[in-house]
């Protein structure tokens, strides 16, 4: 029985240090999920501006422009897996991952090759693992995003897009990400980002918005030149702070629930422990009342 009690005992002491550690994450992920929502929300107006003066020029230029124009024959494909660095965040890998190979299964069933870039090393692992092969890989900088990281995913991309797919490059590009919703819900997001879709384009825009007439200097080609490597950054970039966001959000709800778990184990283990206790006291006085009786008789 005494040994009972000490297994209890220590049982008991390894879920409270847990529970310190996973409350301590918990803290850490609530102040981090504060910081990242403003960058997602300071992002906006420039990603909404430059969306904007991208599908104005698509849409009021005849020009045919590489980056917007729809390929007879899609034989490449890139598909951009948005993950983490860090895991104890519930579903947040597994669901993107299982949302990004299910996209290249498609793609396969289409006729088309998926070619994987791969951000954060949980999808590394991943592929790794399994001896999947992907075409570049970013690691190191998914809880708070730098813009060099964007400009570095965005020129890969670029140069894998002008190649094409005849020459070892691609001939789409689609961004799968976890996109945050809220606290306690993060969305997977499957967009295609080249070549550019005006509805896609004008998502932002309201309903009811016009463009004005537009004239393009020196000429429209020029302007889309300009332009959408720097709409592919602010989109790329957004799905990066978007994904370090829904991250922190979903460390945050499995840590309270790893919490809310030790409380539960505390409260079990100590019950058990008390009803140990209990079954030795009876015992122990049921031996001093046997013997008590056992002297009586022998008397």
Do not use: C
């Not at 890998?93 to 289409?110: A, D, K, P, Y």
């Not at 005006?198 to 429209?220: H, K, N």
């Amino acid at each position: 029985m005494g040994a009972q009690l000490r297994v209890y005992k220590q049982k008991i002491s390894s879920a409270q240090t847990t529970k310190k550690i996973t409350k301590a994450m918990e803290l850490i992920a609530a102040s981090r999920i504060q910081k990242a929502m403003v960058r997602v929300r300071a992002s906006g107006p420039f990603a909404s501006a430059v969306t904007r003066a991208v599908s104005a020029v698509a849409t009021y230029s005849d020009v045919d422009h590489p980056l917007t124009r729809e390929p007879e024959t899609v034989r490449r494909s890139a598909v951009v897996i948005f993950t983490s660095d860090r895991g104890l965040a519930g579903a947040f890998n597994s669901q993107i991952l299982r949302e990004g190979l299910e996209l290249g299964e498609w793609l396969i069933g289409e006729g088309r090759e998926p070619v994987y870039y791969l951000i954060g090393r949980k999808a590394v692992g991943y592929f790794q693992f399994r001896r999947k092969h992907s075409e570049r890989q970013w690691t190191g900088d998914t809880d708070a995003p730098h813009f060099s990281t964007a400009e570095s995913i965005s020129e890969a991309l670029l140069g894998a897009f002008r190649r094409g797919g005849d020459e070892g490059g691609v001939d789409e590009i689609h961004l799968v990400y976890n996109r945050f919703v809220s606290m306690m819900t993060q969305s997977p997001e499957t967009i295609r980002l080249l070549p550019l879709e005006i509805v896609e384009a004008e998502e932002d825009a309201p309903s009811s918005a016009t463009y004005p007439l537009y004239e393009f200097e020196p000429d429209p080609e020029t302007v889309l030149d300009a332009l959408l490597p720097v709409y592919i950054q602010s989109r790329v970039f957004n799905a990066l702070l978007q994904s370090s966001a829904a991250k922190h959000a979903a460390t945050q709800k499995a840590m309270k629930s790893a919490s809310d778990n030790a409380d539960k184990l505390i409260t079990d283990y100590t019950r058990l422990r008390n009803n140990a206790r209990q079954a030795e006291i009876t015992q122990q006085i049921a031996e001093i009342v046997g013997g008590a009786d056992a002297l009586a008789s022998g008397k």
